[in-house]
C-alpha cells in the first residue's frame, strides 16, 4: 500500500468515526478540508455548511486565502460553492472565461489571490444538502475524473458522519425532554396522592386543585407538584385558590 493508498483509508475511517463522546465538528471539517489537499490535485479546499434555517456558513478552509474566497462567496452570492448546495449537484467550469462567464465578480477575487479555478462537490445524502466542499487550484482547468470520485467519496462519508451527529444531538435533545416530562408526570402522580390523603379528596379532585392554583397564579403545574410534595403550599391556600377557580374538568 503507497503513503497515498494509507492516507486515503486513515482519512476513511476518521470521516466515518462521529461517534467519540468528544467530536468537535469544527476540527472533523477542518480534516477534511487539509486532507483534500493533500490527496487531490488541489491547492486549498474550503467547506461550507447550513444551519437549521438553510443559511450556509463558512465552516473550515484548508487556508486563509479559501477562507476568504468563501466568505466572499456568501457576501456577493456568487460563486460555485453556492450553486453547488442549491442543486445538490458538483459544479466546475473547464476554463477562466467560462468561469467569469457564470462568476465574475467571484473569479476576479480568484484570480486576485493566485488562483485559477475553482470548483465544488455537494454534501449530500439523498434529498438532503448540508453543504459543499470548495476546491481551489493554481492551476486552470478542472479536477481529474479519479480525483473528482475521491473527493466526493470523502464529501459522501463526511456529510453522513455529520447527518447521523445531527441526529443524535436532536435524539439526546428528544430524550431528555422526554426524560423531563416523565419526571414531572411522577411528581403530579405523587403530589396528587399527597394531597388526597391530606384533604381528604378524590384523586381527581385532588389534581384540579392543583391545577386550578398553578393556573391562577399563573405557574407551571410541575412546580405546584413540587411545593406540594415539599410542604411550602398550604393545603387551605390550595382550596381557597380552587372556590376562586373554574371548575374545569381534570385532564390526567
Keep these: 500500500m503507497t503513503s497515498r493508498e494509507e492516507l486515503l483509508a486513515a482519512t476513511f475511517v476518521d470521516l466515518a468515526d462521529t461517534l467519540v463522546a468528544d467530536f468537535d465538528v469544527i476540527d472533523f471539517l477542518h480534516t477534511l478540508a487539509t486532507r483534500s489537499v493533500e490527496l487531490l490535485d488541489a491547492d486549498a479546499a474550503g467547506i461550507m455548511l447550513a444551519d437549521h434555517d438553510g443559511g450556509l456558513h463558512v465552516m473550515a478552509s484548508s487556508a486563509e486565502e479559501a477562507r476568504l474566497l468563501e466568505l466572499y462567496e456568501l457576501q456577493n452570492n456568487e ?50 444538502t448540508i453543504g459543499a466542499l470548495n476546491l481551489f487550484r493554481l492551476e486552470p482547468g478542472r479536477l481529474g475524473e479519479a480525483d473528482l470520485g475521491i473527493g466526493q467519496a470523502m464529501a459522501d462519508v463526511a456529510t453522513v458522519g455529520l447527518i447521523q451527529e445531527r ?23 405523587q403530589a396528587k396522592g399527597m394531597l388526597a390523603e391530606r384533604t381528604g379528596l378524590p384523586m381527581d379532585q385532588a389534581f384540579r386543585l392543583m391545577r386550578d392554583f398553578a393556573r391562577g397564579r399563573g405557574r407551571r403545574l410541575s412546580d405546584v407538584a413540587a411545593h406540594i410534595i415539599d410542604g411550602s403550599i398550604d393545603d387551605s391556600l390550595l382550596r381557597r385558590r380552587s372556590r376562586k377557580g373554574t371548575g374545569t374538568r381534570p385532564q390526567t
Design 79 to 128: 460563486g460555485p460553492c453556492l450553486d453547488c448546495f442549491r442543486s445538490g449537484r458538483p459544479v466546475a467550469r473547464d476554463d477562466l472565461p467560462a468561469m467569469r462567464s457564470s462568476w465574475p465578480a467571484f473569479t476576479e477575487q480568484l484570480q486576485l489571490l493566485g488562483f485559477h479555478s475553482a470548483q465544488a462537490l455537494p454534501m449530500r445524502l439523498r434529498e438532503e
Design 167 to 189: 441526529s443524535l444531538a436532536a435524539s439526546e435533545l428528544l430524550a431528555t425532554q422526554l426524560q423531563t416530562a416523565l419526571t414531572s408526570r411522577v411528581r403530579l402522580e
